[in-house]
């Protein structure tokens, strides 16, 4: 999950879905999470996407925003040191200036998470690649939504038992089945328009 919808709306939403537990993680901050957190009346992980020298790095199970344009090596120290975890979101995506892409193998052991599945990625082997990546070196694999608008939140989800911490997170998500659907072009229309108008208003 990742937007500028309101909190409420976003809660309403997974309450008609019957998702009971999401990770919210918006670019640069984890203000929302941690707010939605408070308000929710299901799990939240408080998550963020971290813009680093190399690419994008999720941490989750976070207390704090963790600053961007550090190096991943710091990134991940400063996730650690929450006692978060490391995921890396839509790591082979072509499209995406912020996929790690090569430079993961530098990371490679510190990951504990592989996005597998992403709602916004168009490419099919983008998402066989990651899930080849994830098998070949034993790590947990996860799906995103990449909800920037609220109709988009459930596109992806992992069913998996649940959990109290995150081993137990960890451990259900090696256990659960990934589903998905793609979101369409017109939802990555309206929230790059949401971006442009935010920069110019």
């Not at 998550?47 to 190399?54: S, V």
């Not at 137990?168 to 793609?182: S, V, W």
């Amino acid at each position: 999950m990742d937007c500028q919808t309101p909190l409420d709306m976003i809660i309403d939403r997974c309450v008609e879905l019957g998702i009971n537990c999401i990770a919210v993680s918006d670019h640069g901050t984890a203000e929302g999470a941690l707010k939605m957190q408070t308000m929710a009346p299901f799990t939240v992980i408080v998550a963020e996407e971290i813009l680093t020298h190399d690419g994008e790095i999720m941490g989750m199970f976070l207390k704090e925003t963790i600053p961007s344009h550090l190096s991943p090596e710091e990134t991940i120290d400063r996730i650690r040191a929450q006692g978060g975890l490391v995921c890396i979101p839509h790591p082979f995506d072509p499209f995406r200036g912020s996929a790690f892409g090569s430079h993961i193998d530098g990371i490679i052991d510190h990951i504990d998470v592989i996005e597998v599945y992403n709602s916004r990625s168009p490419l099919k082997r983008s998402s066989q690649k990651a899930r080849q990546f994830a098998e070949k070196h034993g790590f947990a694999r996860s799906a995103g939504s990449d909800a920037h608008t609220v109709h988009e939140i459930g596109n992806a989800y992992v069913q998996m038992p649940e959990f109290s911490d995150k081993e137990g997170f960890l451990r259900a998500l090696n256990q659960g089945t990934i589903h998905g659907r793609k979101s369409s072009l017109f939802r990555h229309f309206n929230s790059t328009w949401a971006k442009i108008k935010n920069h110019t208003g």
